[in-house]
């Protein structure tokens, strides 16, 4: 039986995808040698680089100001190393904390200078985005920092700030899923294994202009300017992970961009919200405009119909939609690679459980 995979990260990849990566780990490029046995620096690979990196610019219409590196160490080392290379001792940094991701964000931040958190969801175990309260102090910030989707809790900016500092967003679970205007932010970041490729790689977009302004001494692999210089190939770069994103972006692009998989993202979410709000027995957790179009995170009516519906899926191959632990209930995970066909499926499921269990 074919599965559906509700997995929120690693998550699942068109089935394209995971072929041709398969074919590539036995015969790369007709070359009659593995991917994973070439080297980075053979013409071969240093291909597969610029193409990724070019696909990423193409799909995000992303200028010339702007660098786009593939780096190690996955959305957590972009914690620390957005601080160590743009928050000075003696500066202060702004975080919206909207989600556990952010609060480690801000964790690391604190270890440079001061940041501080302009507000807070926790109170309602993050299931709204608070709205910005822009005071004066904020303007001599060095940037604000927001996480785009939070992955855990199900909310995601409906809407994105503009704001008159340099702005910087985690988007690790809806890079691609959306349109977004690159040039309001100073730097993107997003690990792969969301909505991009497989583990062991993290993308990030920075413009180049906002380096070389802090005063502290930067290791060399911690420095964006380091990888800037190098073109990701500093080291050597996670090639399985970076192919297969490439092979991802290719798909994108080939089932019509991001104009394409938006509407496609949005019917998903509008399909399973509407069946949630309307079924006696699962309640959605966010409510409004902050819903995730991603990450829908719902409960049943009550311990007993949770432990009945986790039986269904498990019957009809559905895996991966256990709640986070801080949060509970179940999560659906519908990036771009899952299919309205597969929602529907599973929104019939919840319609079948309903009549029996109602
Ligand atoms: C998964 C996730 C992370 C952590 O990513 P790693 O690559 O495992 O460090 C950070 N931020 C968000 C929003 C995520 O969804």
């Not at 001061?114 to 001599?140: G, M, Q, R």
């Not at 294994?193 to 202009?209: D, H, S």
């Not at 500093?234 to 961009?257: C, D, H, Q, R």
Request: proline content about 3%; charged content about 25%; overall charge neutral.
């Amino acid at each position: 039986m074919k599965k559906i995979n509700f997995c929120s990260g690693p998550a699942i990849l068109d089935s394209s995808v995971i072929a041709n990566a398969g074919k590539a780990l036995i015969d790369f490029n007709k070359t009659g040698l593995s991917l994973l046995e070439i080297s980075h620096r053979s013409i071969e690979f240093v291909e597969v680089m610029e193409k990724t990196k070019q696909l990423v610019k193409e799909l995000l219409d992303v200028n010339d100001d702007y660098e786009v590196l593939f780096l190690h160490g996955g959305a957590s080392l972009q914690f620390c190393m957005i601080p160590f290379n743009l928050l000075d001792d003696s500066g202060h940094a702004l975080y919206s904390i909207t989600g556990q991701w952010a609060g480690n964000a801000l964790k690391e931040a604190q270890l440079f200078g001061k940041a501080l958190a302009i507000h807070d969801s926790s109170d309602k175990n993050f299931n709204y985005i608070p709205t910005i309260e822009w005071v004066d102090s904020y303007n001599s910030a060095s940037y604000l920092h927001i996480t785009s989707n939070n992955t855990i809790y199900g909310t995601q900016w409906s809407t994105l700030p503009t704001v008159g500092i340099p702005l910087i967003a985690d988007m690790s679970s809806d890079i691609f899923s959306r349109k977004i205007k690159v040039s309001d932010f100073d730097l993107i970041y997003a690990g792969a294994q969301k909505n991009m490729g497989p583990a062991g790689v993290c993308m990030v977009i920075i413009k180049k202009e906002i380096l070389g302004k802090v005063n502290r001494k930067i290791p060399t692999m911690l420095d964006y300017q380091t990888h800037i210089n190098h073109k990701s190939m500093f080291n050597t770069p996670p090639v399985f992970a970076i192919y297969t994103s490439m092979l991802t972006l290719e798909w994108l692009k080939s089932v019509g961009g991001i104009e394409y998989i938006e509407k496609v993202n949005e019917e998903k979410a509008r399909l399973l919200y509407a069946e949630l709000d309307k079924n006696a027995l699962f309640e959605p957790m966010v409510k409004g405009k902050d819903r995730s179009l991603m990450n829908i995170t719902f409960r049943g009516k009550d311990e007993n119909i949770e432990k009945k519906f986790k039986e269904v899926c498990k019957e009809n191959g559905v895996v991966g939609l256990d709640g986070y632990r801080t949060v509970g209930g179940f999560r659906a995970s519908i990036y771009n690679a899952m299919s309205i066909e597969k929602v529907s499926i599973f929104v019939s499921l919840l319609q079948d459980f309903e009549a029996k269990h109602g």
